[in-house]
């Protein structure tokens, strides 16, 4: 076991604090990481404000992870001391499943994937994540950052990144096709970035034009304003795919008539409580609203070495841990470019 500085919970709606937790032992397969940044994700306040529910405290939150490679156990074949990692929203699952075997960990039905933080590990000890010194992960559940990528702003990749990368992918967007991101913050940011670099229109969708040289900077084609009533009548039946990175309550019905037929509204947003849905707003046009849950290791994998090939790294306000809790209520009130990173060398 090792003692390592970090910042916790220590109850629902408290401030994050200093403290120390401990490390588990390296083990056959596991690697020892250094962290050197890691993002703050609107998830991370979701749960430490027990927002989806029963949580576990204390808790060290983080799933966005870059760091280096200090230590290898004995049986680990892909890194070695030095490499640069990440990690991102798990740790561990069953391995066994059907989903576990195609790479689709994040949807383990044999148990459920291992949260990075907020979760119980195979020992029944809790998960601690990356607002810390040090963390101790299965080889399997590592992936390799490449050299193009900065480790501050590759942090953000391992949660948001692969969020937009994997429904952007799986819904073909590329040359030809037109898809609306639904949000400009720290998911929405990176799905234009990505859906620019896949060849795809890209349209930001957003509550205002605050942000809109913004957008059109990162690589949106089209920057338009939810909160004015024509932009709904202008972009009718406009779209193949719309992602939405929303979590506050939303018409889900207004925005599916923006989709083609057949076209597809996929989710990642989390918001706290139910939806209202017509379901002629999807049997008129043969529609389809779905929902995408980060990725699984080998596409995160395929997302860092797209996003180093393309240049794309988050836009990143650079922190120090004792700005933590200043930070998450800047998130809550839509006050960061566009997503908070914290140097874990302040911790």
């Known amino acids: 076991m090792t003692t390592v500085a970090a910042y916790a919970v220590p109850a629902a709606k408290a401030p994050l604090e200093r403290t120390t937790v401990e490390r588990r032992a390296v083990g056959e397969h596991d690697v020892l990481i250094d962290i050197k940044f890691a993002g703050i994700c609107h998830s991370d306040i979701h749960q430490a404000r027990e927002g989806w529910g029963e949580a576990i405290f204390p808790m060290v939150p983080g799933h966005e992870i870059a760091g280096v490679v200090s230590e290898v156990g004995p049986g680990v074949t892909r890194y070695r001391v030095g490499d640069r990692v990440g990690v991102g929203c798990m740790v561990d699952s069953c391995r066994t499943c059907e989903n576990c075997e195609a790479g689709r960990e994040q949807?383990?039905?044999?148990?459920?994937?291992?949260?990075?933080?907020?979760?119980?590990?195979?020992?029944?000890?809790?998960?601690?994540?990356?607002?810390?010194?040090?963390?101790?992960?299965?080889?399997?559940?590592?992936?390799?950052?490449?050299?193009?990528?900065?480790?501050?702003?590759?942090?953000?990749?391992?949660?948001?990144?692969?969020?937009?990368?994997?429904?952007?992918?799986?819904?073909?967007?590329?040359?030809?096709?037109?898809?609306?991101?639904?949000?400009?913050?720290?998911?929405?940011?990176?799905?234009?970035?990505?859906?620019?670099?896949?060849?795809?229109?890209?349209?930001?969708?957003?509550?205002?034009?605050?942000?809109?040289?913004?957008?059109?900077?990162?690589?949106?084609?089209?920057?338009?304003?939810?909160?004015?009533?024509?932009?709904?009548?202008?972009?009718?039946?406009?779209?193949?795919?719309?992602?939405?990175?929303?979590?506050?309550?939303?018409?889900?019905?207004?925005?599916?008539?923006?989709?083609?037929?057949?076209?597809?509204?996929?989710?990642?947003?989390a918001p706290e409580e139910p939806v209202a849905l017509n379901l002629f707003s999807l049997l008129g046009g043969g529609k389809t609203l779905a929902g995408s849950m980060i990725g699984g290791i080998a596409e995160t994998q395929e997302m860092l070495d797209f996003c180093a090939a393309h240049g794309i790294g988050a836009e990143i306000e650079l922190i120090g841990a004792a700005e933590i809790n200043e930070a998450y209520e800047r998130v809550l009130n839509s006050d960061v470019r566009y997503r908070f990173v914290i140097d874990t060398a302040t911790i």
């Open 107 to 269: 949807y383990c039905t044999g148990g459920g994937m291992v949260g990075t933080y907020n979760a119980l590990d195979r020992n029944g000890e809790p998960t601690y994540g990356g607002y810390s010194e040090k963390i101790v992960v299965d080889e399997n559940y590592v992936v390799r950052i490449p050299d193009g990528l900065a480790l501050d702003v590759a942090a953000p990749l391992l949660c948001a990144g692969i969020t937009l990368y994997s429904p952007l992918k799986r819904w073909g967007a590329g040359p030809g096709k037109k898809v609306a991101v639904l949000g400009m913050g720290g998911l929405g940011h990176m799905g234009v970035k990505i859906a620019h670099a896949l060849g795809a229109e890209v349209t930001v969708l957003s509550q205002s034009l605050r942000k809109q040289d913004d957008g059109l900077k990162l690589g949106a084609d089209h920057y338009y304003a939810t909160s004015d009533p024509k932009t709904f009548e202008e972009l009718r039946g406009t779209f193949d795919l719309i992602v939405s990175t929303v979590s506050a309550p939303l018409d889900f019905n207004a925005y599916l008539s923006l989709l083609r037929t057949e076209g597809t509204l996929a989710n990642v947003g």
